[in-house]
């Protein structure tokens, strides 16, 4: 009998020692996202030969000849991809001759490339482009969750037509991408300041 008394004395200072334990507040924690170390600026330059334009790009990034385009062979042998493996991101680039194509559609087709992310977009805000380097065009900037939040097109209105976007390996999220987005309109900036036509 004693015994029993003895386990019933002790089971229940635990339950008490349990509850008087469990009385702080609860916080939850609030959503967080990864830090991310960004590297240093530092830039190189595509000069390749048969190419016809030249830029300045990231040390941390590389350049990819792009081969397919949804599977089929790209127009011509200039379209490359400038990847960004730290952050599983992508500016693809594309080129067309005007002249092969009409320059007025190759404009209305940058337009309706960006407007076709306004379901998911807050904004779209577009910037005219005109560099000393006879360099033109618009850099679009899309808020919201979109897959590709910075793109641009530049031309020289008479032979070359250029297009780029950045898009990322991973779902549209404007708050946790918003940081790289950032940190790579700088270097998409730095691409379109120092492009240069060919010929």
Known sequence: MAIRKIKYILFATI?????????SSYTPKPIGYYAISFP???????????????FEYPVYANVVKDSTFFGETTENPWWININFPEFSGRIYVSYKEIGKNKFDTLIKHAYTLTGKHSSKAYSIDDSL??????????????GGDVATANQFFLTDSTKHFLRGALYFDATPNADSLG???????????????????RN
Not at 15 to 23: A, D, E, M, Q, R
Not at 41 to 54: L, R
Not at 182 to 193: A, G, P, S, T
Request: aromatic residues 20%; hydrophobic residues 40%.
């Open 179 to 197: 940081i790289v987005n950032q940190f790579l309109l700088e270097d998409m900036k730095h691409i379109v300041n120092t492009f240069k036509w």
């Open 129 to 142: 482009i005109s560099t000393p380097n006879r360099v033109h065009g618009v850099f679009f900037s899309v």
């Open 40 to 54: 240093k600026k530092a830039y190189q330059v595509f000069d390749k030969p048969g190419y016809p334009y030249t």
């Open 15 to 23: 339950f008490l020692y349990l509850i008087i334990s469990c009385n």
